[in-house]
């Protein structure tokens, strides 16, 4: 069984960083693409960030510049570098990962459990 176990996050003050990070547990050949999305109190989850086994990434225009999505495929793992955050970074972040290939079966898509960001003074 495939899980994704989340570290990091918590308080962070405005203008501050934080880094997640992102393990996949169980036996993986592959896993095709990993991210994060988030939830903020009364809105729906979002994307923030991917990464594709060959390194193509993609953000949310809301994060540009400031945060920065990294992976290490041998240890089947996601970073999220946040920088320069802001109170409206505030929300449960989630990890994400996409086409697992395992040696007994083909996952389409799990999710972490998610892991809180408050950014606040």
């Known amino acids: 069984q495939v899980q994704l176990v989340e570290s990091g996050g918590g308080l962070v003050q405005p203008g501050g960083s934080s880094r997640l990070s992102c393990a996949a547990s169980?036996?993986?050949?592959?896993?095709?693409?990993m991210g994060w999305y988030r939830q903020a109190p009364g809105k729906q989850r979002e994307l923030v960030a991917h990464?594709?086994?060959?390194?193509?990434?993609d953000y949310a225009d809301s994060v540009k510049g400031r945060f920065t999505i990294s992976r290490d495929n041998a240890k089947n793992t996601v970073y999220l570098q946040m920088n320069s955050l802001k109170p409206e970074d505030t929300a449960v972040y989630y990890c994400?990962?996409?086409?697992?290939?395992?040696?007994?079966?083909?996952?389409?898509?799990?999710w972490g459990q998610g892991t809180l960001v408050t950014v606040s003074s």
């Open positions: 994400n990962a996409r086409e697992i290939n395992t040696p007994t079966r083909f996952l389409p898509e799990v």
């Open positions: 169980g036996t993986i050949f592959s896993i095709t693409a």
């Open positions: 990464i594709t086994s060959g390194g193509s990434t």
